[in-house]
């Protein structure tokens, strides 16, 4: 069998050996040649771009150029989400090619071939897309009913919470931590489009509009 290997590190990133070795030594336990190493070198600071090699490598498995990639973590090949990670599962199980995760084993569980394996792939990128639908309705629920209790009491003045001051350097080494907006966003209680706004803007220290929870549109 052969197998590639697929690393997405940043300029900052001091582990990259650390993820190799790790790789090489999964396919080297399982008996695989490795015929290629692929990797993308991006700064932790930059979101939504073009990943060359990520392309390449999805090309080479499409061409039947080896039957496993191997990544370090999930987060090394995508970080669309579930949904995102479950449509690519399908595109390289239909070129007969496996995703494996050095630190996530259990994503072996949904390397099952055939239509059974195409079918629960769908089925939990569609469980984690209706999952995210619904919190988001509850969310707007919790809203409207809290804005309806202010506006019922008189007491709209103090609605939303405080504006937030965020400093961008603060922002900018949590992000090279963590290595994830969503993530990045929870630990300073702002949304993930502010922590974007920031890095790739350099927006000034300030409080951003979508920190800010403002009245429902249908009760405004």
């Given amino acids: 069998m052969k197998a590639a290997i697929y690393l997405r590190v940043s300029t900052e990133d001091q582990n990259e050996s650390n993820q190799l070795g790790a790789c090489q030594k999964f396919c080297e336990a399982r008996g695989w040649a490795i015929v290629h190493v692929y990797k993308d070198q991006l700064s932790a600071y930059q979101v939504d771009v073009e990943r060359l090699h990520y392309e390449t490598c999805k090309q080479a498995a499409r061409q ?73 309705i509850k969310l707007s629920e919790r809203v409207k009913a809290a804005y309806t209790r202010k506006r019922e009491t008189g007491d709209l003045d103090n609605w939303g919470r405080p504006a937030l001051e965020l ?54």
């Fill in 64 to 136: 039947g150029t080896f039957q496993h990639i191997v990544i370090w973590a999930i987060d090394r090949w995508t970080r669309q989400g579930a949904a995102a990670l479950m449509q690519d599962m399908n595109d390289l199980a239909r070129w007969g090619v496996q995703l494996h995760s050095v630190r996530e084993s259990f994503l072996d569980a949904f390397n099952i071939e055939g239509e059974l394996g195409e079918i629960l792939r769908r089925f939990i990128a569609e469980m984690m897309a209706w999952q995210a639908q619904l919190e988001s």
């Fill in 167 to 220: 400093d961008r350097e603060a922002v900018k080494a949590k992000y090279a931590e963590l290595e994830s907006l969503r993530k990045t966003a929870e630990h300073f209680g702002c949304s993930y489009q502010t922590v974007r706004r920031l890095l790739q803007n350099g927006q000034p220290e300030g409080a951003p509009e979508d920190c800010i929870i403002s009245p429902p549109d249908s009760l405004s």
